[in-house]
């Protein structure tokens, strides 16, 4: 097997593809396991007997797209690259497993323990850290241990492979030869204004591409839905909040808003009693009476050392900071500039001082204090609507009478496939329910799916289509658009080969032609198919031209080569350019292993 992932790793296309594949994995390992435990009973593969389900394919291509990872019009496109790397992550399992790689539960307690994501501010790990990281990920603390078990088998494997493979040093020294070359040449572009005539489309043509490119025009199997959304946010807007309530509320906030904080602090327990303390203290009070600064009197009395020579100056505080309760309530009692009768606390007496608080002007957090009030007003209508719906909608025959029984808005999609979804249908879930057989082939409506914590969904199909090759009529347009392009991009070839036996013969016609000098292959603003054409073409001998053409989608480019020059070889590039081929390299060995797997796995793909 080894020799078989070496022979697939040595070829310069696997080497270039190879860091894409890295790249993906890296974007969907993660997300790949979400729903491990979970069995929708809707397969999207099978690899090597172990299920991919449709749910987990769709919750991994959501969190990419909400992450801001990948745009949202590049869903569909999406979906299959997800399906793919799920494959690839499945095969990659069960080789590690079948090869008796594992990881114990020790080791696995010590990996979370040591990751930085999970550390408080002083690098210590931190458990209410990790629970709310893990959340924001969308991992349980069950999936996230499976997920780092896979990571690390992957891993073991990929080491191994790359640690064992190696490059000569001719080998260094031709790659660094090759990197370091310049070219410099002409191009000129070919559009289809430089045919003879526009390029016309036929019906027989129309035919024949439609009749063999009929996978281009398949329509899916699709769903209309009605669909109602219980929205906390729709209930808090519509509650009405007096102004007396704002004024409380705001009362209530600035009561416990942050404030500056100045004491005196005597301590007792030790040479000094409590009775010794509490009459420092009566000194200390009857001195601030008779006019005596706060500030000065903490210098002269305080016995905490970090803040006496501050003035007392505790800085900013919020209430639980100072983990104690008697000082807090003492504190937060205080209005601005005001001190307090003596505080005890476990081992000292204190004299508090408000010297400013944060407050918000009303009006400026009005908006604020409504969505909160509002808020904590519909907690039960809520949760009470949410059982409501639950209710109404396993009885009900339709959704309309449960809308209006709990005065919700129903909803109407347009027809709808299990991957053409967007808005609040594309929510996980949503679209595996749809499809499901009790709601689709039934008739029932689907149980409540709860979005997130603010939002209860259910949903009814009102009308249903099998997949189906579109009809030629219907996609007229777009059959005529693909057959011009392809027979413009053809003319367009057989009109460069001419051109280029032309210019041989110097009887070309006068062309515009751009010129580059001495163009490296990495820092070009070129375009990759001219650059890559110009790098593939050899070399000119003296005083001589070398054409070809580089095809970049619908474009057809003219390239003259003039001069292959050898740049300066440095140190610094010798070092940078060794790690990048050993990078390389050690790649392609995974890229190898990788379509190795893909070779002898068994894999069956259901969609």
Same mark, same amino acid.
């Given at each position: 097997?080894?020799?078989?992932?070496?022979?697939?790793?040595?070829?310069?296309?696997?080497?270039?593809?190879?860091?894409? =594949?890295?790249?993906?994995?890296?974007?969907?390992?993660?997300?790949?396991?979400?729903?491990?435990?979970?069995?929708?009973?809707?397969?999207?593969?099978?690899?090597?007997?172990?299920?991919?389900?449709?749910?987990?394919?769709?919750?991994?291509?959501?969190?990419?797209?909400?992450?801001?990872?990948?745009?949202?019009?590049?869903?569909?496109?999406?979906?299959?690259?997800?399906?793919?790397?799920?494959? =690839?992550?499945?095969?990659?399992?069960?080789?590690?497993?079948?090869?008796? $790689?594992?990881?114990?539960?020790?080791?696995?307690?010590?990996?979370?323990?040591?990751?930085?994501?999970?550390?408080?501010?002083?690098?210590?790990?931190?458990?209410?850290?990790?629970?709310?990281?893990?959340?924001?990920?969308?991992?349980?603390?069950?999936?996230?241990?499976?997920? $780092?078990?896979?990571?690390?088998?992957?891993?073991?494997?990929?080491?191994?492979?790359? *640690?064992?493979?190696?490059? $000569?040093?001719?080998?260094?020294?031709?790659?660094?030869?090759?990197?370091?070359?310049?070219?410099?040449?002409?191009?000129?572009?070919?559009?289809?204004?430089?045919?003879?005539?526009?390029?016309?489309?036929?019906?027989?043509?129309?035919?024949?591409?439609?009749?063999?490119?009929?996978?281009?025009?398949?329509?899916?199997?699709?769903?209309?839905?009605?669909?109602?959304?219980?929205?906390?946010?729709?209930?808090?807007? +519509?509650?009405?909040?007096?102004?007396?309530?704002?004024?409380?509320?705001?009362?209530?906030?600035?009561?416990?808003?942050?404030?500056? =904080?100045?004491?005196?602090?005597?301590?007792?327990?030790?040479?000094?009693?409590?009775?010794?303390?509490?009459?420092?203290?009566?000194?200390?009070?009857?001195?601030?009476?008779?006019?005596?600064?706060?500030?000065?009197?903490?210098?002269?009395?305080?016995?905490?050392?970090?803040?006496? #020579?501050?003035?007392?100056?505790?800085?900013?505080?919020?209430?639980?900071?100072?983990?104690?309760?008697?000082?807090? #309530? *003492?504190?937060?009692?205080?209005?601005? /500039?005001?001190?307090?009768?003596?505080?005890?606390?476990?081992?000292?007496?204190?004299?508090?001082?408000?010297?400013?608080?944060?407050?918000?002007?009303?009006?400026?957090?009005?908006?604020?204090?409504?969505?909160?009030?509002?808020?904590?007003?519909?907690?039960? *209508?809520?949760?009470?609507?949410?059982?409501?719906?639950?209710?109404?909608?396993?009885?009900?025959? #339709?959704?309309?009478?449960?809308?209006?029984? $709990?005065?919700?808005?129903?909803?109407?999609?347009?027809?709808?496939?299990?991957?053409?979804?967007? /808005?609040?249908?594309?929510?996980?879930?949503?679209?595996?329910?749809?499809?499901?057989?009790?709601?689709?082939?039934?008739?029932?409506?689907?149980?409540?799916?709860?979005?997130?914590?603010?939002?209860?969904?259910?949903?009814?199909?009102?009308?249903?289509?099998?997949?189906?090759?579109?009809?030629?009529?219907?996609?007229?347009?777009?059959?005529?658009?693909?057959?011009?392009?392809?027979?413009?991009?053809?003319?367009?070839?057989?009109?460069?080969?001419?051109?280029?036996?032309?210019?041989?013969?110097?009887?070309?016609?006068?062309?515009?032609?751009?010129? *580059?000098?001495?163009?490296?292959?990495?820092?070009?603003?070129?375009?990759?198919?001219?650059?890559?054409?110009?790098?593939?073409?050899?070399?000119?001998?003296?005083? +001589?031209?070398?054409?070809?053409?580089?095809?970049?989608?619908?474009?057809?480019?003219?390239?003259?080569?003039?001069?292959?020059?050898?740049?300066?070889?440095?140190?610094?590039?010798?070092?940078?350019?060794?790690?990048?081929?050993?990078?390389?390299?050690?790649? +392609?060995?995974?890229?190898?292993?990788?379509?190795?797997?893909?070779?002898?796995?068994?894999?069956?793909?259901?969609?």
């Amino acid at each position: 097997m080894l020799q078989s992932i070496r022979e697939r790793s040595q070829s310069w296309i696997a080497k270039v593809i190879v860091g894409a =594949v890295i790249v993906a994995l890296a974007l969907f390992g993660v997300e790949s396991l979400i729903g491990l435990f979970t069995n929708s009973g809707d397969d999207a593969a099978k690899v090597n007997g172990q299920s991919i389900s449709r749910q987990q394919v769709e919750r991994s291509v959501q969190r990419a797209i909400r992450s801001g990872q990948v745009p949202p019009e590049q869903e569909r496109a999406l979906r299959g690259q997800v399906l793919d790397q799920m494959i =690839v992550q499945q095969l990659m399992t069960s080789y590690a497993e079948d090869g008796g $790689l594992a990881l114990s539960e020790g080791q696995s307690d010590q990996l979370i323990v040591n990751l930085p994501q999970f550390h408080n501010d002083e690098g210590k790990f931190d458990s209410d850290l990790y629970k709310q990281r893990l959340q924001q990920m969308g991992y349980t603390p069950l999936s996230f241990r499976e997920q $780092l078990r896979l990571d690390v088998l992957h891993q073991q494997v990929q080491q191994g492979l790359a *640690a064992s493979d190696f490059t $000569l040093e001719g080998e260094q020294q031709r790659m660094l030869a090759l990197q370091s070359q310049s070219r410099t040449f002409r191009y000129h572009t070919l559009t289809a204004d430089d045919l003879q005539a526009p390029v016309e489309v036929s019906e027989s043509e129309e035919s024949a591409y439609y009749a063999e490119h009929q996978q281009e025009f398949q329509r899916p199997e699709q769903v209309q839905l009605n669909y109602v959304v219980l929205d906390r946010a729709e209930l808090v807007d +519509s509650v009405e909040v007096s102004e007396d309530e704002l004024r409380t509320a705001w009362e209530q906030q600035q009561a416990e808003a942050p404030r500056t =904080v100045s004491h005196v602090m005597v301590a007792f327990g030790g040479d000094r009693s409590h009775e010794q303390a509490m009459a420092v203290m009566d000194e200390v009070k009857q001195r601030l009476a008779d006019g005596d600064s706060f500030a000065d009197l903490a210098k002269e009395y305080s016995d905490d050392s970090g803040t006496a #020579d501050n003035g007392g100056d505790l800085g900013e505080l919020v209430r639980g900071a100072l983990g104690e309760q008697a000082f807090d #309530d *003492a504190a937060f009692a205080l209005g601005e /500039g005001e001190v307090s009768d003596v505080v005890e606390t476990d081992s000292a007496l204190h004299l508090i001082k408000v010297t400013s608080i944060e407050s918000q002007p009303f009006d400026e957090v009005r908006d604020q204090l409504r969505q909160q009030v509002a808020a904590s007003q519909v907690d039960g *209508a809520f949760n009470d609507k949410a059982q409501r719906l639950i209710d109404e909608s396993y009885a009900a025959d #339709d959704l309309a009478s449960v809308a209006e029984d $709990l005065g919700l808005e129903l909803q109407q999609s347009d027809w709808v496939s299990r991957d053409g979804q967007e /808005g609040v249908l594309a929510e996980p879930g949503v679209m595996d329910a749809a499809f499901g057989s009790e709601v689709l082939d039934d008739g029932y409506n689907s149980e409540v799916i709860d979005l997130d914590d603010d939002r209860r969904l259910v949903l009814r199909v009102a009308d249903h289509r099998e997949a189906t090759t579109l009809p030629l009529e219907q996609v007229k347009e777009q059959v005529q658009a693909s057959v011009r392009s392809d027979k413009t991009r053809k003319a367009l070839l057989a009109l460069a080969e001419e051109r280029i036996e032309q210019l041989k013969a110097d009887s070309a016609p006068e062309m515009d032609w751009q010129r *580059a000098d001495k163009a490296m292959r990495q820092r070009s603003n070129l375009s990759a198919a001219v650059l890559n054409t110009a790098f593939r073409l050899p070399h000119p001998e003296t005083d +001589s031209v070398v054409y070809g053409r580089a095809v970049d989608g619908d474009e057809v480019t003219l390239v003259a080569l003039e001069n292959v020059g050898q740049g300066e070889v440095t140190e610094q590039m010798k070092e940078q350019f060794s790690n990048i081929g050993l990078d390389v390299r050690r790649r +392609s060995a995974v890229q190898g292993w990788v379509e190795y797997l893909q070779d002898t796995g068994d894999i069956e793909r259901l969609q």
